[in-house]
Every structure is written in C-alpha cells, then in structure tokens.
C-alpha cells in the first residue's frame, strides 16, 4: 500500500511541476502594514494548537486584516471546536484527486484567491498543503523549514523552529520576521 501512495505523491509532485510553469506571480515589496488578505493554511492534526490559531486570527483580524483559514482535517470528521468559525475552510480525503492534489471548490476558491499574504502552518510538510501554497499567487508566502530539500518548497520566508515544532514560537517568528522585512529601515 506504500508503494502505490509514493507513486501518487509522485505523480501530484509531477502535476504540481507542469501547473506551477504557468504560474506567474509579482513580488513586490512587502509591507505588512498594506497587507489586506491574508490566507492560512492549517494541519488540523494538532488540534491542541488550535489555541495559538485563533490568537493569529484575532492579531490579524485586530491589523485590519481579512482572514481565510483552509484547514487539513486528517479524520473524517471535523472536530466540534471548529465547526461553526465562518474564518475556516476545511480540506478532507475526499477533497484530494488521485495524485493527493486538492479539487474541492473551497481549495479552488482559496487557490484563485489573490491574498496578500499566505502562512502555512504546515509541521508535516503535508503535500495537500504545500501544493496549496505552491498555487496560491500571493506575493508573499511563509512557512516552516522542516523539510531536507529547502529549495522545493514554495515559501518566500521560512522559519526554522525546533524540534518538537511548536506552533506559538512558529507564528511569533513569522510576525516578527515579516514586520522585520516590512520596515525600510532593516530591509536589505
């Protein structure tokens, strides 16, 4: 049965490659302070850091920023806590085509969403999530740096953290590094 996933993670990497070619995306300067919509992308497998989520959210939402978060739901249910959050989006099994790439409207809508700005809150490095964030054209694209191959993964900022990964210190150095490169005078 690992065989025949490894082929289909093979061949979504493939159709990946040949739809990222057409993609073009602008990258103008980044300020963060012009930021209008941001888009977050969140493994669900750590339910336990839905606490940190929402604190992110309610940051964002108190900037003046309009969130979208497309959650990963490994089960086949959505837990009650985040049932009912109009912020959220959620990506199942079902949701994948053969090769693990994302077809449900909800991915396609997030994929053609033009955001400001995505953060992946990816720990796992879950090729659903990565694949949305490889499509996404928003000009500025953060993520964790937990894979071997750093030049495969479609993050303009990446974020070391250590292991265990620990979501809070994860978005506290995503905001801070992004402020960072936000003002002209530490910009390089």
Known sequence: MAIFS?????????LLSKRLSSLRR???EFNLEKVKKVGILWDATYE???QHLAALNRQLSDMDKSVEVMVWIPGKSVPDRLTGLTYM???????????????SEDAKQFMATRFDL????????LFQLSALAALSPAPMKAGPDVT????????DLM?????????AL??????????MISSPETRA
């Open 6 to 14: 490894n082929l289909r993670l093979k061949a979504g990497r493939y």
């Open 48 to 50: 336990k850091d839905f």
């Open 26 to 28: 602008i990258q103008p």
């Open 148 to 155: 071997d191959e750093p030049g495969k993964t479609p993050y």
């Open 170 to 179: 994860f978005i506290d150095q995503t905001m801070h590094y992004l402020s």
């Open 118 to 125: 995505v953060i992946d809150i990816n720990p796992s490095s």
């Open 89 to 103: 989006k959620f990506l199942r099994k079902t949701d994948l085509n053969w090769a693990f790439m994302p077809v």
């Open 159 to 167: 974020i070391k953290t250590p292991k265990p990964f620990s979501i």
